[in-house]
């Protein structure tokens, strides 16, 4: 299969049959601070296409701020229950409105009640408000829709690289790296 994209979602849908994990679509995200170190921390995978790997975030959080310093991303994903582990390395973009609308409307109401109710990776003074804030945030919009805040949407990473690692028990994983060039996508396999 010479379509990275193609191969990852099919690798994605097969993870998700009978997968035990409680965060079926949990990837690896990791940015580059201020400083040029990089920050991972794992995040709800939305959609993958030709244009790239979807996941939702506040605009104004930390990785968020990485991003709009750095755009270079990376996302890694490591499926145990079947072996397969997926780095994908690109540049974020912003996703248009009309989308993180429509992810909007696909979180459960409790989440949008939190992602309304707080500030992400901003400091907290008690433990104590993060239920006083949820549930001021109920009372707030009791039987009513819960719009979408404006510093909450979503990024796409357009990918420049896709590798591929298919774990095997004689440690002689087979590896396939794709990279993007001249609007093409190019197989290199790597040793072990």
Known sequence: MDNPIIKFESWWHEALVNCPLRQKSAVCVSTIDRDGFPSGRF??????????????????SVKGKHIAHNSKTAMTIWWDHVGYQIRVVGTAEVITDVEADVFWQTRSRSAQLTTTAFDQSEPLVAEDDLTTRLQDASTSFAEQPIPRP???????????????????ESRLHLRELFKYKDNGWFKQLLQP
């Open 43 to 60: 995040v709800d995978l939305k959609s993958a296409s030709e244009k790239g790997f979807v996941f939702c975030s506040y605009y104004d």
């Open 150 to 168: 404006n510093n909450w949407g979503g990024y796409c990473i357009a990918p420049v690289s896709i590798e591929f690692l298919t774990f095997r």
